[in-house]
């Protein structure tokens, strides 16, 4: 009921192309999902994240698109460059709790 | 823009060593927290602290481990007896409150010999 599922666990994108990343949830109590960026050596740093009552939200080239019926979220960057190489996570939590839940991750590899 | 500090950034033990991994919070930040990620694998919530006590841990963080904030300031995570499986990185987290976004430090890599 915890787990989040991501995929894929390996993406390559040419540059300017778009890469999707998927993720599916079990746990309907969940309020709040975000997306995270981790570069080799550093720490996750948030990117963007979304809340059940949109079905979309859009920073920049980054993108959530949110379907609460089917219960999956997913991660798509536009116009993806070679520096949005790095691992991302997304991640789930309900406000009322303090694990945040996350998937297993994606490598993106960006080829120039 | 603040940052989670973390110290040190690679530790290395003796299995049955006992480590103390360090943390400086952002300093408005009132939830603190553990994540664990082994090489390769997602990362894992350890534990959360609020209020000088523990609200949450999860089924890693046995009796081996530990949390406290002793000078108001630092946050640390205790291992009173390393074992070979606890190398992994260490991150710690903080956040203002429910609801606000989740900060992590750059971590600490634990390797366990």
């Known amino acids: 009921q915890q787990q989040v599922k991501q995929s894929p666990q390996s993406l390559i994108v040419q540059k300017g192309g778009i890469s999707i990343i998927n993720c599916a949830y079990e746990?309907?109590?969940?309020?709040?999902f975000p997306w995270y960026q981790q570069f080799p050596g550093k720490g996750p740093a948030l990117l963007i994240a979304?809340?059940?009552?949109?079905s979309e939200k859009k920073e920049g080239r980054f993108t959530i698109s949110f379907n609460k019926s089917a219960k999956q979220f997913s991660l798509h960057i536009m116009d993806s460059q070679p520096g949005d190489s790095a691992t991302y996570f997304c991640?789930?939590?309900?406000?009322?709790?303090?694990?945040?839940?996350f998937g297993g991750g994606t490598r993106l590899m960006v080829k120039p | 823009e603040p940052e989670v500090t973390q110290t040190p950034s690679h530790q290395v033990t003796q299995m049955g060593q006992e480590v103390i991994l360090r943390c400086v919070p952002i300093?408005?930040?009132?939830?603190f927290y553990w994540y664990r990620q082994i090489l390769g694998q997602k990362v894992e919530f350890l534990v959360s602290f609020y209020n000088n006590e523990i609200s949450e841990k999860s089924e890693i963080f046995d009796d081996q481990f530990s949390v406290e904030r002793p000078d108001g300031s630092n946050f640390t995570l205790k291992i009173r007896s390393t074992k070979l499986e606890d190398s992994a990185m260490y991150f710690c987290?903080?956040?203002?409150?429910?609801?606000?976004?989740?900060?992590f430090g750059n971590g600490t890599r634990l390797t366990v010999t």
């Open positions: 991640a789930a939590i309900y406000n009322a709790g303090n694990m945040l839940t």
């Open positions: 987290a903080t956040r203002q409150g429910p609801g606000s976004p989740l900060h």
């Open positions: 300093s408005n930040h009132l939830y």
């Open positions: 746990n309907t109590a969940f309020d709040y």
């Open positions: 979304i809340r059940p009552d949109v």
